[in-house]
Every structure is written in structure tokens, then in C-alpha cells.
């Protein structure tokens, strides 16, 4: 069972990035589910999580009001949408069960903000 991130890429200052995190070997429409990111030398961070049937989400303080996560659970796919992207957010971004189980981390993506 392996979740795994796409969709990153390089990004100027100000703009935007839709990650999409998809599951493989088993259904995850019944779990929350959380996005996290490493920066280079840091610890990883709570980004977002959203429950299983979409209706609540929650964000860390330094995406708030930037960052919207949304799912679709036909698709066994959660999606991070990410405006006015700051050089701060260069890291990579992976997506895990919202209490992360170590064996679901999966291959994250690498979002990099130009400055």
C-alpha cells in the first residue's frame, strides 16, 4: 500500500500548483487524509488534512488562506491546490493517512519557488 505525490514542479513568486496524491492497494475514502512536506534541514510539517467525506479541512498556519486540499473519492485521490506560492514552500510534498502510518509514505513530489 503506497500513496504517492504528483504535480510539482518550478514556480516563480506568486503562483500556483495543484499536487495530487494518489493510492495504491487499497481504498482510503473512509480515512482523513493528510498532506506534509520536508524542506532541506528541517523537519517535516503538517500541511493540511481534509476528512473522509470532504467536508472539513484544516491547514497549518503557514499555508492558511493559500493552500486548499480537496479530495475525490471516486477517484481514491486527494488534491492540494497551492496559491501565491512563497520561496518558503520550496520542499518536497507527500500525502499520508492524517496520523501518518509510516509503511503509507510513498514517493512525495518537489515543489521549488523561485524568488
Known amino acids: 500500500v503506497q500513496l504517492q505525490a504528483f504535480g510539482g514542479g518550478l514556480v516563480q513568486t506568486g503562483g500556483s500548483l495543484r499536487l495530487s496524491c494518489a493510492a495504491f492497494?487499497?481504498?482510503?475514502?473512509?480515512?482523513?487524509m493528510g498532506w506534509f512536506r520536508r524542506a532541506p534541514g528541517k523537519d517535516r510539517e503538517f500541511v493540511g488534512g481534509?476528512?473522509?467525506?470532504?467536508?472539513?479541512?484544516y491547514y497549518g498556519d503557514s499555508v492558511k488562506g493559500r493552500f486548499t486540499i480537496s479530495r475525490d473519492n471516486a477517484k481514491n485521490t486527494v488534491y492540494l491546490q497551492m496559491n501565491s506560492l512563497k520561496p518558503e514552500d520550496t520542499a518536497v510534498y507527500y500525502c499520508?493517512?492524517?496520523?501518518?502510518?509510516?509503511?503509507?509514505w510513498g514517493r512525495g513530489t518537489q515543489v521549488t519557488v523561485s524568488s
Open positions: 481534509i476528512r473522509w467525506g470532504g467536508e472539513s479541512t
Open positions: 499520508n493517512t492524517y496520523a501518518p502510518v509510516g509503511s503509507y
Open positions: 492497494g487499497r481504498t482510503f475514502s473512509s480515512d482523513a
